[in-house]
């Protein structure tokens, strides 16, 4: 199921919320698949989550974000806690415990956020650029937050390239449940199935160090948010 669309969101807004959402379930798909054909034997599965990590975490993850039960969840447009007003930068916002179902998505989503057939281009590479810059990614990142999709079970324990790959082979533990390596591993398998072989990767470190800046720093890539104490994550 989805999550339902408040209706503050206009028709505009709506249409391109749904394409994301139908975005989100793709890359969910092609992940839970390549996990029940691979389990953790395969190369990007080990890259992104460990050689020993149990491949049924992140299976259950996607299987939730897939069919799980969104009722009472919701994404709406009217910025009701003036996060998007006030905080500059910010593409959305979980309203943590104002509503602890609910997702904001601010207006400069609708400016700035693209569909899966442009992944991969005008240089963008994965492990240097920010991932929600696409619809898809975003959205998986947004349902993660909401307790009735994940339990809250899901971590930022590595939020850079560099971090995901270090926890793959210190802590796979927490690899499997972490959210950018949940995002980056389900939009590597689907671009490297639909959009090349070699999907968006490739980055060097030193491309990686020099572009860090600028790509963290840019309005359309920015992903924060409140948590439930009240904290802000970036």
Known sequence: SDIPIHSSCNASQTMQIKRGLFDSKRLAREAADHILLSGNTS?????YFGAQADPAVPLG?????L???KTGTLLRCDD???NCATQDGWNGHWRGNNATEETVICNLSFQSRLGLERACE??????RDN???????????RMMHLPKVTNGYITHVADTHEDMMKIAIEQPDQSVKNQHSIQEFAFDVWTRKYISAEGSAGATATESASASAAATSTAAVQDCHTHADGSVHC
């Open 43 to 47: 190369d990007l599965f080990q890259t």
């Open 61 to 65: 993850i996607y299987e939730r974000i």
């Open 67 to 69: 069919e799980g039960d």
């Open 80 to 82: 009701p806690d003036q």
């Open 122 to 127: 005008n240089g963008f590479k994965l492990g």
């Open 131 to 141: 991932v929600n810059v696409y619809w898809g990614a975003d959205l998986l990142h």
